[in-house]
T-cell receptor, first 112, second 114 residues
Framework: KNEVEQSPQNLTAQEGEFITINCSYSVGISALHWLQQHPGGGIVSLFMLSSGKKKHGRLIATINIQEKHSSLHITASHPRDSAVYICALRAYSGGGADGLTFGKGTHLIIQP | KAGVTQTPRYLIKTRGQQVTLSCSPISGHRSVSWYQQTPGQGLQFLFEYFSETQRNKGNFPGRFSGRQFSNSRSEMNVSTLELGDSALYLC?????????????FGEGSRLTVL
């Protein structure tokens, strides 16, 4: 079983819709990242969370450590938001904190 | 300020050869981490270097190695290339390291192994 589960895998929505992407995990973590990847490969870090909620423009990220769940929300979605959104977490193991473990990504398409 | 620079951007090798990829982090960043991205496996963590020391290593064979220099530039090396090593290799720099701060990614080096 993958340590990081993202849903949905694919999402097509109309411009202006409120978008929610979910990330569930099964291990203890020290931090969780939300990343955005556009066609062509470039990756941009959107948020790094260890607790609570963060907001940047139209993007909001939340994390619930007890429930091992994080969500990324996009308000007033726009076609330029079309991208792959990836959840990545830094887990704790017996030897301390590990490297990053990635979800498989959510392919988001926003239609005009 | 300049972003993360990866070189070369594209390269083609044949099985059995070796390859060295370079990553120059943002000035002042001491952490460089490396990742492999393939259509089948997605993104996978290779290793992280911080102030010239390897702090974490992913689940990759010993053919994958890396190092970091005193100016924080990092290289990764893959020896005895296999077809399955064809991938986009990304590096990211961070001021304080994984889990402690924002990551800044390079554009990647796309390796094709024939």
């Amino acid at each position: 079983k993958n340590e990081v589960e993202q849903s949905p895998q694919n999402l097509t929505a109309q411009e202006g819709e409120f978008i929610t992407i979910n990330c569930s995990y099964s291990v203890g973590i020290s931090a969780l990242h939300w990343l955005q990847q556009h066609p062509g490969g470039g990756i941009v870090s959107l948020f790094m969370l260890s607790s609570g909620k963060k907001k940047h423009g139209r993007l909001i990220a939340t994390i619930n450590i007890q429930e091992k769940h994080s969500s990324l929300h996009i308000t007033a979605s726009h076609p330029r938001d079309s991208a792959v959104y990836i959840c990545a977490l830094r887990a704790y193991s017996g030897g301390g904190a590990d490297g990053l473990t990635f979800g498989k990504g959510t392919h988001l398409i926003i239609q005009p | 300020k300049a972003g993360v620079t990866q070189t070369p951007r594209y390269l083609i090798k044949t099985r059995g050869q070796q390859v060295t990829l370079s990553c120059s982090p943002i000035s002042g960043h001491r952490s460089v981490s490396w990742y492999q991205q393939t259509p089948g496996q997605g993104l996978q963590f290779l290793f992280e270097y911080f102030s010239e020391t390897q702090r974490n290593k992913g689940n990759f064979p010993g053919r994958f190695s890396g190092r970091q220099f005193s100016n924080s530039r990092s290289e990764m090396n893959v020896s005895t290339l296999e077809l399955g090593d064809s991938a986009l290799y990304l590096c990211a720099s961070s001021l304080l390291g994984l889990g402690a701060g924002e990551l800044f990614f390079g554009e990647g080096s796309r390796l094709t192994v024939l």
